[in-house]
């Protein structure tokens, strides 16, 4: 099971954390993933983590802005997300995988509820 959260209503240029928690199983094993789905459009992968893969990945539209990175203590897994845009308003949902890191949605096993970021002035 995953647990999302951390969304809120921010102005455009803030930043915001949102983390991904790991019920039942260890996030040591698995790819996980941050995806978002904007209204209207289709779920996109924006970042992903795996130690099998040794490293992380963000997609073009988020880099530079957005980073990802784990704590296994907590076995959880962050989004860090700074100078967000109107652009990144979207539900995002975080996905885990025993196999590599992907950008499809179809690629991954379980899937957390959404927890919803909204940028606006």
């Known amino acids: 099971q995953l647990q999302a959260s951390g969304g809120g209503l921010v102005q455009p240029g803030a930043s915001l954390i949102l983390s991904c928690e790991a019920y039942?199983?260890?996030?040591?094993?698995?790819?996980i993933g941050w995806f978002r789905q904007a209204p209207g459009k289709e779920r996109e992968g924006v970042s992903c983590?795996?130690?099998?893969?040794?490293?992380?990945y963000n997609d073009d539209s988020v880099k530079g802005r957005f980073s990802i990175s784990r704590d296994p203590a907590k076995n959880t897994v962050f989004l860090q997300m700074n100078s967000l845009e109107s652009e990144d308003t979207a539900v995002y949902y975080c996905a885990a995988d025993e196999g590599r890191c992907s950008f499809l949605p179809r690629a991954y096993q379980f899937w957390g509820r959404g927890t919803l970021v909204t940028v606006s002035s």
């Open positions: 039942g199983f260890s996030s040591d094993f698995y790819a």
């Open positions: 983590i795996s130690i099998r893969d040794g490293g992380t």
